[in-house]
């Protein structure tokens, strides 16, 4: 199932997240500040050493609630909080997002088995039995990195689905496609951490439903990039400048090879 399902994401989500890096940084340019969040949203969906790539799971979590918070304040008070709204403030949240989540993170390094537990050469063996110290990680994982980013993307929504339809497909489908990709993973880790410490029938029981899941936390990565570049209109306008471009580029080509 690996292979299969991690070319699939690969061959969709690698060059979704460089063409959707590449708007970004053309929109952050022209004063964008939603820009400053997909950029790292897409550095954290591109990673992929494999601890990192798995903490880069909370990162997006972060980046998502920036996203969300953005449009929340944008709608809801459009003639308060500018200042909080600009490329600059983007950045310095951002800078913050990464700060909190690699410190969060540096205990790992500490716990040298649970970072092979979860390198890639290990996904295909028994997975060993969670420790007490790697269960109580897991269930802190579970309420900080994804049930508190839910409930802030979802009151974002519910507080802007009065005031613009438009914005409110966007968040909407982030919302969805989060939730579709993490919440399988997170409630399967959820119950490791509460049943796995001092018995080994629960890892046994739950290995292949939680090979699954860890595969299926990439469908984030491919659709995020997808969802954001098809709803935003200034996204879209310069994708299509960019295909443009790119056409011309392959006209002049493709008449200089006909002519020779």
């Known amino acids: 199932m690996y292979p299969t399902a991690y070319s699939i994401f690969f061959i969709i989500g690698f060059p979704a997240n460089c063409l959707s890096l590449y708007v970004a940084c053309v929109l952050m340019k022209k004063g964008n500040n939603?820009?400053?969040?997909?950029?790292n949203l897409c550095v954290g969906d591109l990673l992929?050493?494999?601890?990192?790539?798995?903490?880069?799971?909370?990162?997006?979590?972060?980046?998502?609630?920036?996203?969300?918070?953005?449009?929340?304040?944008?709608?809801?008070?459009?003639?308060?909080?500018?200042?909080?709204?600009?490329?600059?403030?983007?950045?310095?949240?951002s800078v913050?997002?990464?700060?909190?989540?690699?410190?969060?993170?540096?205990?790992?390094?500490?716990?040298?088995?649970?970072?092979?537990?979860?390198s890639a050469s290990r996904m295909c063996e028994e997975p060993m039995i969670m420790t007490k110290v790697s269960a109580n990680v897991a269930i802190t994982r579970a309420v900080l990195g994804f049930l508190i980013p839910v409930l802030i993307m979802t009151f974002c929504f519910m507080?802007?689905?009065?005031?613009?339809?438009k914005i409110c497909f966007l968040l909407l489908f982030l919302l969805f496609t989060y939730l579709v990709a993490f919440t399988p993973f997170q409630v399967v880790m959820f119950i490791r951490g509460l049943l796995e410490p001092g018995d080994c029938g629960v890892a046994q029981n739950l290995r292949g439903v939680y090979m699954v899941f860890v595969a299926t936390t990439t469908i984030n990565s491919v659709l995020d990039p997808i969802i954001y570049c098809?709803?935003?209109?200034?996204?879209?306008?310069?994708?299509?400048?960019?295909?443009?471009?790119c056409g011309k580029q392959f006209s002049k080509i493709y008449s200089s090879v006909v002519k020779a």
Do not use: Q
């Open 34 to 39: 939603l820009a400053v969040y997909l950029i």
């Open 230 to 245: 098809l709803i935003s209109e200034s996204a879209k306008t310069e994708m299509k400048s960019l295909f443009k471009c």
């Open 48 to 93: 992929v050493i494999a601890v990192v790539m798995f903490n880069s799971f909370y990162v997006g979590s972060g980046f998502l609630c920036c996203i969300s918070m953005d449009r929340y304040l944008a709608i809801v008070f459009p003639l308060h909080f500018m200042r909080v709204r600009e490329v600059r403030t983007a950045v310095m949240v």
């Open 96 to 118: 913050i997002v990464w700060l909190v989540e690699i410190t969060l993170h540096l205990g790992l390094l500490a716990y040298r088995d649970e970072i092979w537990n979860f």
């Open 159 to 165: 507080e802007i689905i009065s005031e613009r339809r």
